[in-house]
């Protein structure tokens, strides 16, 4: 990998870190998430670099996936386990970094252990050569000598210029592969933990987006959105609230509705565990040299 690239990637983590630990900071009992949001966002822009999707801010047995829509009122409340996801991104390449905080209350803490030591664990054994079944059972271990459920269905995965999931894909079980990471590969390692049955379903809402085959439209409204997303964002992750400076109120509603309609969207569900369980989730981005760099840590 080049040296210029390392150091996007290293910048990257830098701000994720930091953004991370502003939002850290933030979340307590009646606080507004949207204003967590937007200023978690402008934070990363104010350090150079930009954000490579929403701030993701999901709250109990939400898993991932859950960022505010515009005007939204969620309220953080005593007792809420809120896991905090950001992306960053310097040129297109991405650090992906993720931790979970409870609100005045430590019922969770175990619960919180048991990703961060599933992920400290993954982190120990992820160089070139080490396959993706080593890693698996790495997490699944840590996290039911925890006394926890992984969740199968969600996993790491590979980051490349503007792709925010590529392979390989890192489970958060054994799945058996024989696979290997290899020299070049940048992953991020996101062990999710839960004591319910350790399955996230889709919920009915979705308030992230990214362009896929984007098509012509004759529809006013869906063409600007397109024009900026395409210019502004690209192939990453974007929301309602990031386009409200460009297409006002109803337009805006009206054009995403209409690129939905074309398939030119592919929308982010949230996701929640499906027995109602609590979660528990931490990330690293991890570059795969031949002493591999952390770096969002
Ligand atoms: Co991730």
């Known amino acids: 990998?080049?040296?210029?690239?390392?150091?996007?990637?290293?910048?990257?983590?830098?701000?994720?870190?930091?953004?991370?630990?502003?939002?850290?900071?933030l979340v307590k009992e009646d606080v507004k998430a949207i204003?967590?949001?937007?200023?978690?966002?402008?934070?990363?822009?104010?350090?150079?670099?930009?954000?490579?999707?929403p701030l993701n801010i999901s709250i109990?047995?939400?898993?991932?996936?859950?960022?505010?829509?515009?005007?939204?009122?969620?309220v953080f409340k005593k007792?809420?386990?809120?896991?905090?996801?950001?992306?960053?991104?310097?040129?297109?390449?991405?650090?992906?970094?993720?931790?979970?905080?409870?609100i005045g209350t430590n019922k969770w803490e175990k619960l919180i252990k048991a990703s961060e030591d599933a992920l400290e664990e993954a982190l120990k054994i992820a160089k070139p050569g080490t396959t993706i079944s080593?890693?698996?059972?790495?997490?699944?271990?840590?996290i039911k000598e925890n006394g926890f459920v992984p969740i199968a269905n969600l996993?790491?995965?590979?980051?490349?210029?503007?792709?925010?999931?590529?392979?390989?894909?890192?489970?958060?079980?054994?799945?058996?592969?024989?696979?290997?990471?290899?020299?070049?590969?940048?992953?991020?390692?996101?062990?999710?933990?839960?004591?319910?049955?350790?399955?996230?379903?889709?919920?009915k809402e979705s308030e992230i987006f990214k362009l896929e085959n984007p098509k012509p439209t004759r529809q006013r409204m869906a063409r600007k959105i397109l024009e900026h997303v395409a210019e502004e964002h690209l192939t990453l992750p974007f929301c309602k609230r990031w386009l409200q400076k460009r297409v006002?109120?109803?337009g805006?509603?009206?054009g995403i509705r209409e690129l939905r309609r074309i398939e030119s969207l592919h929308n982010f569900s949230v996701l929640k565990e499906e027995s109602n369980g609590m979660v528990s989730q931490a990330e690293h981005t991890i570059i795969l040299l031949d002493e591999p760099i952390i770096i969002t840590k």
């Open 35 to 53: 204003d967590v949001a937007e200023k978690v966002e402008a934070k990363v822009i104010e350090l150079g670099g930009k954000p490579a999707w």
């Open 155 to 203: 996993t790491g995965h590979g980051l490349d210029e503007y792709e925010n999931h590529t392979s390989p894909t890192i489970p958060n079980f054994d799945n058996k592969s024989n696979q290997k990471l290899e020299k070049g590969d940048v992953i991020a390692i996101e062990p999710f933990a839960t004591d319910g049955v350790g399955k996230v379903i889709d919920a």
């Open 248 to 250: 006002k109120g109803f």
């Open 134 to 142: 080593e890693i698996g059972a790495a997490i699944e271990n840590k």
């Open 60 to 74: 109990n047995s939400i898993a991932a996936h859950w960022t505010p829509k515009i005007g939204d009122e969620t």
């Open 79 to 102: 007792g809420d386990l809120v896991k905090l996801d950001v992306g960053v991104h310097v040129d297109g390449f991405i650090a992906d970094t993720a931790k979970t905080i409870e």
């Open 1 to 25: 990998m080049k040296e210029e690239i390392i150091e996007k990637y290293k910048k990257a983590g830098k701000i994720a870190k930091e953004a991370l630990d502003l939002a850290i900071e």
């Open 252 to 254: 805006l509603e009206m």
